[in-house]
């Protein structure tokens, strides 16, 4: 059974830092494109990293870039999500995404709150 949980969300202050998880059951990730999204209130998902599994290309949004560090442990089947420097705007749901060109898959969010 292939499952995504992502966990580590919370309640930070501006400036502060945050890691996100994504445990990725049942997926051999150089398979997979990785990827983490946001969705803040009455906006719409968007996209913050995508990384190949395969080859480790990244490509991070405007808004995160600087901030922000995707990185995989293929042994533990893990992705994970570095925040730095954390803003107000940084405030949404987060959620981790794989994609083999076929299917793609989805993690329950996990929520994000940044204080000023």
């Known amino acids: 059974e292939v499952q995504l949980q992502a966990s580590g969300g919370g309640l930070v202050q501006a400036g502060g830092s945050l890691r996100l998880s994504c445990a990725a059951s049942g997926f051999v990730l150089d398979q997979y494109i990785v990827a983490w999204f946001r969705q803040a209130p009455g906006k719409e998902r968007e996209g913050v990293v995508c990384?190949?599994?395969?080859?480790?290309?990244?490509i991070y949004a405007d808004s995160v870039s600087g901030r922000f560090t995707i990185s995989i442990d293929y042994a533990k089947k893990m992705v994970y999500l570095q925040m730095y420097s954390l803003k107000s705007e940084d405030t949404a749901v987060y959620y981790c995404?794989?994609?083999?060109?076929?299917?793609?898959?989805w993690g329950q969010g996990t929520q994000v709150t940044v204080s000023s």
């Open positions: 995404y794989l994609d083999d060109g076929l299917n793609d898959y």
């Open positions: 990384m190949d599994g395969y080859d480790g290309r990244t």
